[in-house]
């Protein structure tokens, strides 16, 4: 079976001034893929994202997303940013959140209009969160939230999903129920997913790719301590799965 | 109050009143979203330099004081994007030299200043009709400006981070909204003066964010409210021959703080009953 390529990294390197954020990035991620990328804080990940978003310009190397340089394609990539305190009072309801996802559509000065209502509904009916479109955001638990978030980067209905540590402030239940979500979603496209939880990510993902500055990635879900340590630069407790999740700690 | 309305600069006052608070209510509404008070509070001060500029050239101050509001707001914009220079540095720095560059010219103006009191704390009385014009005009532009970019003005104010990854042109967008704020510093100057133009900028938002979490439903909220401490100040300066300016932010003031406090309890309230 041959999969359509979404993805392409050629010998990536940024530099943020002196310092080297990604080098030797390479990386492909095929249709209906759900890649996690997991990596020490300041291990680049968001930098990678950034990249494939076409907001970072590579100091070297080759970016293609469907084929094409990524702020070509923007309208078809969705974005979920990392979760950032926002004010809990902020006016704004779900529904007007969901709807900001439309504007890669439609573009500066135009109003929304009917069909980006459609979109909005079903996005939130996607993510379950039609019954609570009225409420502020603010008001609503961070799993709740994260679900929002989801629904507006899937609501002008993106090819290639991207979320930067989605989990970062949600409680374990809802966690599991974000991944399921995740899941779900997994059938219709193809989803990267960045996180410093090592854990949570590798029982839902398809792929696990390790980055720290540099990428290591076998293409498979297979991860071996020698990765995890050269990622971590230290020891690391490597999860196994077996039809019940258990530890298995390395030796020191 | 009505046989004071008989009188023009009763009438002007109103108007100009009325004007203020169209642009503060609007605007304000980013400023407290956005937390952006100080930013304004710099723009405001920085702006006493073009009335010095004004008296010095013996030109009308207004006009000199829009020229270095919009240059400060930009300023602050353009140097905290562009360099390392912390934000309340720039604020810093921009609200002091502002200040020292209006002292030293109206030093240097021969003769007295005439009503430099009403460009620092406001007299709404003296407001000339040249000036509500302008105060008209601007008006119309913030009305236009916010009309045309709400869409993106709530995604900024939201997430700015998301606004750049989704392909908004964020900075541009931001000086933009700065240059507002200018443009409404200048026209609160004459209502409340450069000193008291934050007030004018935060309490009718602050006041309006307890009621909605619409952000239209918030901005007509704090037009109405920003018209109402005006109106009811300049009634309360005029029965009690008070300075209008403070009389109208002393008022304000009073109300938002007693409303902080009613929706506590009435928060309060809620909460017990959810209880039992």
Redesign the interface.
């Known amino acids: 079976m041959s999969a359509l390529e979404i993805v392409r990294l050629k010998d990536i390197r940024v530099n943020y001034g002196e310092i080297t954020a990604l080098e030797n990035v390479n990386l492909s991620v095929f249709q209906h893929d759900f890649l996690g990328i997991i990596g020490p804080n300041g291990g680049g990940k968001s930098t990678l994202l ?1 990249v494939l ?1 076409g ?1 970072v310009k590579p100091n070297s190397g080759f970016v293609s997303v469907f084929g094409k340089p990524p ?1 070509q394609v ?1 309208g078809q990539i969705g ?1 979920v ?1 990392q979760r ?1 305190a ?2 809990r ?5 779900v529904w ?2 969901v709807i ?2 439309c ?2 559509r439609i573009g ?2 135009r ?2 209009n009917y069909e980006d209502r459609v979109a909005t509904e079903k996005a939130l009916e996607q993510v379950g969160m039609l019954e609570q479109q009225g409420q ?1 955001i603010g008001r609503l638990s961070g799993g709740q939230q994260q679900r929002v978030f989801v629904a ?1 980067a899937l609501v002008a209905q993106p090819k290639l999903l991207l979320l930067d540590e989605p989990t970062a402030s949600i409680d374990p239940t809802m966690q599991t129920e974000f991944y399921e979500l995740l899941g779900e979603l997994k059938k219709s496209l193809t989803i990267v997913l960045v996180s410093h939880d090592i854990g949570a990510v590798s029982i839902y993902v398809d792929n696990i790719a390790c980055l720290n500055r540099e990428l290591y990635y076998h293409g498979s879900k297979e991860i071996t301590p020698e990765i995890l340590e050269a990622t971590y630069k230290c020891p690391v407790q490597l999860i196994a799965h077996g039809t019940v999740p258990h530890r298995v700690l390395k030796e020191h | 109050m009505l046989e004071a309305l008989q009188y023009e600069f009763m009438r002007n006052a109103l108007l100009a009143g009325l004007l203020a608070a169209v642009a503060c209510g609007i605007v304000g ?1 980013y400023v407290v ?1 956005k ?1 952006i008070v100080f930013i304004s509070g710099g723009i405001a001060h920085a702006s006493f330099g073009g009335i010095g500029l004004g008296y010095f050239l013996g030109i009308n101050p207004i006009t000199g004081a829009l020229f270095f509001a919009l240059a400060s707001g930009l300023a602050i914009g353009g140097v905290t994007r562009k360099t390392r220079l912390p934000e309340d540095t720039a604020i810093g720095i921009l609200w002091a030299m502002g200040m020292a560059l209006g002292v030293i010219f109206i030093a240097l103006t021969p003769g007295y200043a005439p009503d430099l009191m009403s460009y620092l704390f406001g007299n709404i009385l003296t407001v000339p009709f040249s000036d509500i014009l302008l105060m008209l005009v601007l008006d119309v532009v913030i009305i236009g400006i916010v009309v ?2 709400y ?2 003005y ?2 900024l ?3 700015e ?9 964020v900075e541009k967008l931001y000086l933009l909204m700065l240059a507002m704020i200018s443009l409404t510093v200048v026209v609160l100057i004459r209502v409340v003066g450069m000193i008291l133009v934050i007030a004018l900028l935060t309490f009718p938002a602050a006041m309006a ?1 307890q009621f ?4 239209k439903k ?1 901005m007509l909220l704090s037009v109405l409210f920003g018209f109402l401490f005006t109106f009811a100040g300049l009634w309360l300066s005029y029965v009690l021959r008070l300075p209008s300016g403070a009389t109208i932010i002393l008022l304000g003031g009073t109300t938002l703080t007693m409303s902080f406090g009613v929706s506590r309890l009435l928060l309060r309230n809620r909460a017990r009953s959810h209880i039992s």
Do not use: C, H
């Not at chain 2, 981070?161 to 042109?169: D, F, L, S, V």
């Open positions: 950034k978003l907001l702020e923007r974005y940013s950032l926002f004010d009072d902020f006016p704004a309801s007007d959140v900001m996802g504007y890669g500066l000065f109003r929304y502020q507006r | 509404v979203v937390k045309a970019l869409k993106e709530l995604i104010s939201f997430d981070e998301y606004g750049t990854a989704i392909g908004m042109p964010r909605t979490y619409n952000m918030m």
